[in-house]
């Protein structure tokens, strides 16, 4: 009884309105996404808000954007934000907060501050994604997306997209970039945004009552992080090549051509279904070298060769081309990361764990020896379907003919 008696008020608080800690719609402003600037020697923090009538289904016009964007600056992060009360009439509410673009001036400023705001303030999630812009951030928050009334949302979808389907990039949280940071190499990668087409800026609601829209925002290069500060960017095939490194390939599509002519077009493809890349670093020298192992499995999509495909000896020669493929992209992403001497492969990591004494006289020199690590790839593609046609379409053609 006496249990009962302590619950009871507790219970009436919960059911009853008007308790502690209540949120009123009519006094918040909904943030979808966050903008990092850095202009005139100040952070430059821009807001995408939702306007919850304008996403309304019974008030909802094609011609009336969804969200605003505004911006408000500061010498420091919390500065900027608390300015936001000076031209908004609701206060910032961070708790749906999807993603975070920081543009490329900041970037190269440095993520800190950016970072431990995440790490003190209670209302700020680690679960937020985390892009790049080469330009400004704020620009990416004020392009409108088709099939999304939210921008933020929809960028949110297509990382996840990408990395389920692609693999040339992967999502990347505040949680996973400051386990990186503050890790063994102290580096990560982080996908970039454009706008690409014309570059006109999609701003208008009603540009999207159109069939297509002039500009479109992309994924596009993977932006390299050492300590906290943009050290450079790699393209979206070499981004892929890391991928397969740090065995983050999840699903992809890989083309190639027919033989080892490289004037020769790559338009025969392979599904990866399944892949797994086994590191094993090993010490010579006082150099490190770096065994890799890829286990691919996948599923013939498109094949425009001679070869019949009844023939097992003609399966290994197109296996022996995939992989070579596939070899050839991982040392792509190998020459273009290990020039910007910033191991966001994680190879440091995977030589601390297995050699921790000798990681203590590596460790202060790291990115110089990570440039100069010998790597070894050994790739190995296994075909478990290739259709129903024995052949490409042009040779049965000519078949039916003869």
Known sequence: MKKWR???PMLICLLATGCWNRIELNDIAIVSATGVDWKDGKWVLSYQVVIPEAISSQSASNSTAAVHVFSTQGESFRSAVSKASQETSRRLYF???????????????????????YLRNHDSRETVSVFLSKGSARRMLEQLIPLEKIPGAAIQRMINNEEMNSSA????????????????????????????????????????????TPSKVRLFELGLIEGDKLVGW??????????????????????????????????SSIRITHS???????????????????????????YNCEGDLMNPKEIEKIQKRIEDEIAAIMQKGWSAVSKHKADVIGFGTIIHNKYPK?????????????????????????????????????????????
């Open 6 to 8: 302590l619950l009871l």
């Open 95 to 117: 708790a749906h907060n999807q993603i975070v673009i920081i543009g490329q001036a900041a970037a190269r400023k440095g993520l800190g501050p950016l970072l431990d705001t």
């Open 169 to 212: 990039f992967r999502q990347m949280t505040i949680h996973k970039v400051l386990l990186d940071l503050l890790g063994t190499t102290r580096a990560t990668g982080i996908p970039g945004l454009i706008v690409s087409g014309t570059k006109e800026s999609v701003d208008n609601a009603g540009q999207l009552a159109y069939t297509s």
């Open 234 to 267: 790699i393209n979206n095939e070499e981004s892929q090549g890391l991928m397969w490194l740090a065995n983050q390939v999840k699903k992809t599509t890989v083309s190639f051509a027919c033989s080892a002519d490289k004037n020769e077009p790559k338009n």
């Open 276 to 302: 797994d890349t086994t590191q094993t670093p090993k010490s010579s020298d006082g150099n490190w070298l770096m065994d890799l192992n890829v286990k691919a499995t996948g599923t013939l999509m498109e």
């Open 358 to 402: 000798q990681w203590l006289k590596t460790s202060g020199s790291w990115s110089e020896q990570f440039s100069n690590i010998e790597i070894k790839m050994k790739v190995k593609v296994n075909l478990n379907s290739t259709g129903l046609s024995g052949s490409g379409f042009k040779k049965a053609q000519e078949k039916d003919h003869q």
